[in-house]
C-alpha cells in the first residue's frame, strides 16, 4: 500500500470503512511527514501533534467498535491560523497578537469535530490575511514545496495551508479568500480551492479582514475532495446573518454529468496582456481541452477590466481593515509586518463618502456583470498570472490577485485547479468563474477537467 499522505480523501475514507487503514497509522504518516518536511517548509505556526494522536485513537476505537460517526471519520486536515478555537493561541499573522487566547470556537471548526476529523495543526498565514504573495517578515514566509533550492511565493494569504495540501503534510485545509487567499495559493502549490460565495460557510470565530468580502473554502488535492469538504462547512449559522436565506448547494447530483452543452466563457483579448506566456499556453490548452469534452466556448466582452474592479476591492478591503486594526496599525511600536502595515494604513484616507460610493458601485457592477455574462454557465481564465517567483523578487506594492479580487468583488464563486507547469517545473492554474451560489457548475466544469487530465495527480519534488 503507498504512504496514504498520496491518496485522496475519498480514497482514505474507503480504506477506513474496509479496515485496511487505521486514522492512528494515517494521523501518524501526516505528522511523521510534518516533522521531516516542516524544518524546510514552515507551513505550520503550532501542530497538535499529542492532541491528533488522541484523536485518531480515538476515531480508531469508535470505528472498530461499530460507532463510525460518518465518511470522514478519523480525516486529518490542517486549519488556517485565522479560524478560533476557545482556549488556543489565534495569531491571525500577526506577532503582535502571539499571546490572544480565543475566547469562542469558530462553527466550522465544530462541524469538523462533529464530523470525526482530526485537526493536526494551524497554519502560517499573511499578517492579517492582508497580502497574495505569502510572504510574513515576522512569523515566516512557507516554502513553496516545488522549488527545493529557490524560496518561491507560496500565495496568500492562506500560504500555510497551501504548502501543507501541496507537500502532502495534510489530505486537504481551510483556508480564507477575500481576493484571492485560497485560489492563489492553490495556484502556486499545484492544488485545488474552492472560493465559495459569502453566506456559504459561516464567517463567526473567523478573524475578519473584510466583512464584505471575507469567504472561508476547501484547499484540497482535487476537485472531488473540494466538494467533499464543501458541503460539509456550508449551511445556516444564527451567528453569521449572511448564510440564513440560502438552500444548501449539492453539487453531487451534476458533478460527473460532464460539460456537453455548458457556455463557457473565454478570457476577452484585452485581458490577455501582461499575463505570462506559459501561463497563457497552458490556459489555451485548458480552454481546446474542454472544447473537445463538449463545451461551446464562447467569447465575451466584459463590462470593465478585471484590474479596475480589483482596485475598486482593494479599497473596500483597505476601509473595513483600517476599521478594525487602527489602534494597533498606528502603533509605531506594534511589532507588525511592515509591508502589510502600509496596506491597512491604506484606509485611514478612504473617507465615508468613498467607501459607501464603493459598496453602491459593487452593488451596481454585478447587476451590469450579471446582463454581461446570462449567456454564459462560467468565465474561464487563468487563476495567477505567472508561476511562483522567486520571495528575493517580490515588489510588495504589487498585488498577485490581479485575476481574483474582481471575483469577490463581484460576489462570484470560483474555482482553481492545476493545468499545466513552466519549463522550470512550476505549477500553472486555471480559474473557472461562475455565478454566486453556483458552486455547484464550477465543480461540475472542474470535475469533468480533472477527469480528462492528470495535473492535479502531480507531486512536488520536496514530497516525495
Known sequence: ????????????????????????????????????LEPKLQAYVSVHAAEARMAAQAADKAIRSGHRIG???????????LV??????????????????????????????????????????????????????????????????????????????????????????????????????????????????????SVAGVLPLSPTLDTPGPIARDVEDAATLFCLLQGADPSDPRTLGHVDCDPWPTLRRGVKGLRLGRLPAPERVGIDAEVLAAYDRSVDCLAALGAEIVDIALPMRMADLG??????????????LAELVDDPNAPLDEDVRPRVQAGAIIGSRDYLTALMERERLKRVYTQATKDIDALLTPTTLTPAIPVASIDQNTTPGMATRWVNFLDLCALALPNGFSAGGLPLSLQIVC??????????????????????????PMAA
Open 311 to 324: 482596485a475598486i476591492n482593494g479599497r473596500i478591503m483597505s476601509a473595513e481593515a483600517y476599521a478594525a
Open 84 to 201: 478560533e478555537i476557545e482556549g488556543k493561541v489565534a495569531m491571525g499573522g500577526t506577532a503582535a497578537w502571539k499571546n490572544r487566547i480565543a475566547t469562542q470556537t469558530a462553527p466550522l471548526y465544530r462541524k469538523l469535530v462533529a464530523a470525526g476529523m482530526v485537526i493536526l495543526g494551524k497554519t502560517h498565514t499573511v499578517e492579517f490575511a492582508y497580502g497574495g504573495w505569502g510572504t510574513n517578515q515576522k512569523l515566516g514566509t512557507p516554502w513553496n514545496p516545488w522549488d527545493a533550492t529557490t524560496h518561491r511565493t507560496p500565495g496568500g494569504s492562506s500560504s500555510g495551508t497551501g504548502v501543507a495540501v501541496g507537500a502532502r503534510l495534510a489530505p486537504w485545509g481551510i483556508g480564507t479568500d477575500t481576493g484571492g487567499s485560497v485560489r492563489i495559493p492553490a495556484s502556486w502549490n499545484g492544488i485545488t480551492g474552492l472560493k465559495t460565495t459569502i453566506g456559504r460557510i
Open 435 to 460: 455565478r454566486g451560489y453556483d458552486e455547484a457548475t464550477a465543480l461540475r466544469i472542474g470535475w469533468a477537467y480533472q477527469t480528462a487530465t492528470e495535473w492535479h495527480e502531480n507531486v512536488p
Open 1 to 36: 500500500m503507498p504512504s496514504p499522505a498520496f491518496l485522496p480523501v475519498r480514497r482514505l475514507s474507503a480504506d477506513i470503512a474496509a479496515g485496511r487503514l487505521s486514522p492512528v497509522d494515517l494521523v501518524e504518516d501526516c505528522l511523521t511527514r510534518t516533522e521531516r
Open 71 to 81: 465518511p470522514l471519520h478519523g480525516i486529518p486536515i490542517a486549519v488556517k491560523d
